[in-house]
């Protein structure tokens, strides 16, 4: 999924689908809802001014994967390159975490996806040398979360509480 | 005719892309901010395209193709969308609430018809390294199903239709656009047909009996819901589609629902979600338990709706197991209170490991009175379908009409 419009809108928020990302270098707020074992990385590079958020599915790209925004490995690489081109240094972004809960029974044994987004996920970060400054992942509630790029402010409504990382 | 999967998932991604057109060309001429919500392809009976096209008022453009790509396709607004573009592209145009639309907001619904479907269409023109001829844009607006191309409702009579639907949605307003395009049978059964020992091929006609069988199982745990509650039930929509693995969470509103939600263990295997928006539940559970509940809805009320989950879910399962003539094994259904999006994702994710696309079922159970509605999604594990379809004996699709005539 992909939005239309942009940078000009008054409104500066920009929506991110599942297996969908968006970077901006006008501190908009990106948002994404929904995340159940999915996980929402948000990426800030401060003092270039640009900041991305993807809301990954899955941990591990298979070879060739068609989109490569829904698995965790592939999709950190595609927001930084994506973030580089903005102008962002690799070696300056850092990132926040939020997602990845176990909701179900048939979900939390055998290896859970959410947890696995996670892992994967450090593992990828870890590899880049991207810190991950904070994070909310796990439990067994969704959560709808709100990326302020303009501040790194990450602020997550889950199960009818509101928290801010 | 066999369906080849992987190509019905090719024609997905191409009627993606060609919305992902259109929507920019809405941004483009009206500056609104819009975006590509679901795209999928959907085989309907009559009694299904009946079923979702009924009671909205539409306005919109049809235009026929030719050439390479031959069929109808239909870009539809509802009527206060259309009069919210109207305002922004032909200021002065007659489009508000009570009035009828006049010329000028006619002529300007038909020339952004024309071409966000010009857009649609290119891709699939590209694709088929082909060119597709489209007929001038015919302004309409009406209700329900006379919306969809001339003839679309009676050759879902004689034969299932394909539909691709596409659904946009604007940003920040209230705006909600559909492209639909129903390919012209005969040639696009040729497009999907696959040789008789592929693997992903699944038969048609088995592929038509478990659209029966949604149906079938939806209006089960409808009637299941009805006996407990006292409260009369009509499943409302029950189609089966096919979508991208990434877009099944998207197929529930971004809203909170109570339900259950319980895996599939055998043969057929998947997942079923059972799910209520919070004013129904609390309609369920004021119906169910003899006592005054707090706000919101505490362990009492959520119990009554994990009742009300296990008692569809068995209905849910007859309907299947009389068709497939198997037991169903399943893990018990478990409670959830929580966004939709976020239910189904952990859903789309386990069958995601294993499959790019999902067939999804989806019915909805309805009340005359709109006292509640109850949302059913099955999204079975491809492989385990097609299992099931195989050990399916076509037969068994006669046998279905007689024990629904027995039903009821």
Known sequence: MKTYGGASSSRARKRVG??????TTDGAVLTTSGLGSCLGIGLRD?????????HVMLPTAPEEPPNVAKYADTGVDAVLT???????????????????SAMFEFDSQDEPIGERNVAVTRTTLDRLG??????????????????????????IKSAGTERRI | MRVDIQSLGTYNRLAQEGAEHAAASLTGMTGIETYVDVTNVTLMSKRDVEDVFGGTQFV????????GLSGETALAFDRDSAASIVDVLVPGASAGDDDEFDDMARSGISEIGNIMMGGFVDGWADYLSTSVDMTPPTYVERDGTDVLPGGALDRAEEEHV????SQMTAVDAEIDAYIYMLPEYGAFAEMLSASEDHDDAIPMDKLTVFDEMTRQGAERAAENVSSMTGIETDVDVSRLSFVPIEDVPNTARDEVYLGTVMEFTGTPGGYLAILFDEPSARTIVDATVPMELDEPLGDMGESA???????????????WANVLQTSIDHTPPELVHDLGTAILSPIAGRLGQSQEYAFLMDSTVVTPEGEFNCEIYAIPDEQKLKEALDALLVERSDQLEANRESLF
């Open chain 2, 162 to 165: 394909f539909v691709f639907e």
């Open chain 1, 46 to 54: 401060e003092r270039a001014g640009v900041a991305g958020l993807i």
């Open chain 1, 130 to 155: 991207i810190p991950v400054d904070a994070e909310d992942v796990g439990g067994d509630s969704g959560r709808s979360i709100r990326f302020h790029a303009d501040t790194g402010d990450l602020r």
């Open chain 1, 82 to 100: 994506a973030m580089r081109d903005e102008g962002a240094s690799p070696d300056r972004v850092r990132a926040k975490l939020a997602g990845g």
């Open chain 2, 305 to 319: 709706i994990q009742e009300m989950g296990n008692i569809m879910t068995s209905g849910f399962i007859d309907g």
């Open chain 1, 18 to 23: 599942i297996a969908d990302f968006a970077v």
């Open chain 2, 60 to 67: 919109g453009v049809q235009i026929g193709l030719g050439g």
